[in-house]
């Protein structure tokens, strides 16, 4: 099994950044693809981004392309989600997930509690 705790969320204006945190705990982490999903109010959780155990394949969703950035560090346990340009449709509850294989659906099998990201306009 994963833990999975996310962190750095909060407020920004629009056009600002914010590097959101996952840090896991629990079985070997490099064993497992990661991604970042989020919730936006009243709409469905969505995908943003996934990497593979070793990092070396990325997907985006279309509406964070040039503007996010995943990425993980097996060696620290750590993925990551760097955050640019933000609009307020970013704004939402952003989580991390965990699964043996890479997906772009939310079958993933681990998830963290999630931290709200808030983009003001």
């Known amino acids: 099994q994963v833990q999975l705790v996310e962190s750095g969320g909060g407020e920004v204006q629009a056009g600002g950044s914010l590097r959101l945190s996952c840090a896991a705990s629990g079985d070997t982490f490099s064993d497992y693809a990661m991604a970042w999903f989020r919730r936006a109010p009243g709409k469905e959780r969505e995908f943003i981004a996934s990497?593979?155990?070793?990092?070396?394949?990325?997907w985006y969703a279309e509406s964070v392309k040039g503007r996010f950035t995943i990425s993980r560090d097996n060696a620290k346990n750590m993925m990551y989600l760097q955050m640019s340009s933000l609009k307020p449709e970013d704004t939402g509850v952003y989580y991390c997930?965990?699964?043996?294989?890479?997906?772009?659906?939310?079958?993933?099998?681990?998830w963290g509690q999630g931290t709200q990201v808030t983009v003001a306009s």
């Open positions: 990497i593979n155990w070793m990092g070396s394949s990325i």
């Open positions: 997930a965990a699964d043996r294989t890479v997906r772009t659906t939310d079958e993933y099998d681990y």
